[in-house]
């Protein structure tokens, strides 16, 4: 699997749990490696930004 890079478009799915009836997802674009780490800074269109896992990631469109 390829991993997760600075300007790849990715797909983050919130957690489901029992009292949600439906999965929440939001598109951004990774602004930030967090270096040996596996987390990346994600960039919403909502101009907010959050640090989040890569495991929790989906690359949608990779950047050239």
Do not use: A, N, T, Y
Request: glycine share 12%.
């Amino acid at each position: 699997m390829r991993s997760v890079r600075v300007g790849d478009l990715v797909r983050w799915v919130s957690v489901h749990h029992d009292g949600q009836e439906e999965v929440d997802s939001e598109i951004g674009i990774v602004s930030q490696s967090g270096g040996g780490l596996e987390s990346v800074l994600v960039l919403f269109s909502d101009g907010e930004s959050v640090w989040l896992s890569v495991s929790g990631l989906e690359v949608i469109s990779e950047s050239r």
